[in-house]
């Protein structure tokens, strides 16, 4: 899965983060065909949080599908459990990010279990965040 967010976007998606934040530890990255579905259930299963962008929202969105084994011509898009841990501090300030990110960068790779956010900011700095997600 790789998309792109532009920066007037982004404090949507890090207010997102933060919100997932307060239900759970961990949540999922979910793509899918529409676009991307963040989901976490608290660990007694009493809340639940589950936001959803479409993909109209990112300037560049591309959901890779891989074949179901178990359903015959269905595909799905594999889902990332991450550690919200690891992933706040990437969107710790989101007001900064708006005013000195042009885009971020999105990448999901299942094969190696990463998920990659890359920061290309204003007098062309770019930033690269890489977290381990189980699949």
Not at 53 to 79: D, I, L, T, W
């Amino acid at each position: 899965m790789k998309c792109v967010i532009g920066g007037v976007h982004l404090r949507v998606f890090g207010r997102a983060i933060h919100a997932i934040a307060r239900v759970s530890d961990e949540f999922w990255f979910d793509p899918l065909e529409k676009g991307l579905a963040l989901r976490s259930v608290n660990s007694s299963r009493s809340a639940y949080a589950y936001v959803f962008f479409s993909s109209m929202f990112f300037q560049h969105y591309c959901g890779a599908a891989v074949p179901q084994p178990h359903q015959k011509g269905k595909q799905s898009s594999p889902s990332c459990k991450l550690i919200i841990k690891s992933v706040l501090p990437v969107f710790r300030c989101v007001n900064v990010l708006e005013r000195n990110v042009e885009k971020c960068s999105i990448c999901t790779d299942i094969n190696d279990h990463h998920i990659t956010f890359q920061f290309l900011c204003k007098h062309g700095r770019l930033r690269i965040f890489t977290g381990a997600a189980a699949v």
